[in-house]
């Protein structure tokens, strides 16, 4: 039979100290060399130890995991934070457990409370409640990161995109461009910081103007279908003589918009100006290149992960929002 190898076993070959190897095991990187820690993590290899989770956490009382609860886990856009989530847990000996709310609140409550079960370390959050009072099932000084969006009053830190700025951004250029009407397309804008954000940059950015707002109350992402009956405003709007660009809030519904001009065949930007946010650069793709804000997920989620990391080995939580900055790229559609 094998022999079960030990902390000792790895502490005897790699010629530290037991309590090294520990906080190695642990992701507590501080005070020890790079050299130290790919030296322990190839001895590890070379031994092919396998912690004991069970024994680690009756020891420290830590679980080693961390819980993602995530608003629709359908969405690109979603799979991207997660991406850089778990690429800053690979460098560290946390594992994830993921949990998907598909828009719901009530599911969302039943997913926290069984994340909180699993005795997980720390939790990241895209949350679908509007206040901090819709989360009392989280106790108050438990380790807690917001991303994407933020609920009110902060209660918890958060790592957010831009949305306000780069809305402003986009928005002036379309002023600049000589545009007097602008379309917005997004889904309804309560609960959801980010809309709010943009919808509010958008505002500042033509006050002292003449131009023209009108908005179309599209479907949540996941609920995108055929049925295009919310766009046909578009249309009746395009029939006088005012320059109108469509400004949509989220990549899926600039998509969306793409496809149903080009099956009422009107031209970009001959008849009708096109630009938003877009998920993962794809906007250089479509047509004659859409004008676009490129929001950083990945590192929002990177950042989201390394600022829990933080709160769990320090015990000290700060609130603040922190904002990843986006990059507006201009094409052809405007």
């Given amino acids: 039979m094998k022999k079960k190898i030990t902390i000792n076993d790895i502490a005897r070959h790699s010629k530290v100290s037991k309590t090294t190897v520990s906080r190695y095991l642990n992701g507590k990187y501080e005070n020890m060399s790079e050299q130290t820690r790919q030296h ?40 991207l934070l997660i991406k850089g989530i778990l690429n800053r847990l690979k460098s560290t000996n946390y594992r994830s457990l993921i949990m998907d709310s598909d828009l719901s609140r009530s599911l969302e409550k039943k997913n926290i409370e069984k994340l909180v079960d699993e ?14 009072e819709s989360y009392k099932e989280i106790r108050e000084d438990f380790p807690v990161v917001q991303i994407d969006r933020f609920v009110e009053p902060l209660i918890w830190p958060a ?11 986009l928005t002036q250029l379309i002023i600049d461009k000589g545009y007097q009407r602008i379309i917005v397309v997004s889904p309804p804008l309560i609960n959801s910081t980010p809309r709010i954000a943009r919808y509010e940059g958008l505002i500042d950015a033509i006050r002292n103007t ?51 001009l080009k099956e009422k065949q009107l031209r970009i930007p001959t008849d009708v100006g096109i630009a938003g946010y877009d998920d993962e ?50 094409r052809k559609s405007l």
């Fill in 281 to 330: 650069s794809f906007g250089e793709l479509m047509g004659p290149g859409i004008t676009a804000i490129e929001q950083n997920l990945v590192e929002i989620g990177f950042q989201a992960m390394d600022k829990l990391l933080q709160i769990i080995e320090t015990q000290k939580l700060k609130l603040e929002i922190t904002t990843v900055e986006s990059k507006l790229v201009e």
């Fill in 159 to 169: 790592v957010v995109s831009d949305n306000f700025q780069k809305s402003k951004e």
């Fill in 40 to 79: 322990i993590e190839q001895i590890i290899k070379e031994l092919d130890y396998r912690p004991n989770r069970q024994a680690q956490f009756l020891k420290s009382k830590n679980s080693s995991l961390i819980g993602i609860a995530v608003g629709d886990i359908s969405n690109f856009y979603t799979s």
């Fill in 210 to 260: 003449n131009v023209e707002i009108k908005e179309i109350i599209a479907p949540e992402a996941k609920n995108l279908n055929s049925d295009l009956n919310h766009l046909k405003e578009i249309t009746e709007l395009l029939k006088d003589d005012i320059k109108t660009a469509i400004y949509t809030f989220n990549g899926p519904l600039l998509y969306e918009s793409l496809g149903f």
């Fill in 119 to 132: 005795q997980i370390d720390g939790m990241i959050i895209q949350p679908i409640g509007a206040t901090s």
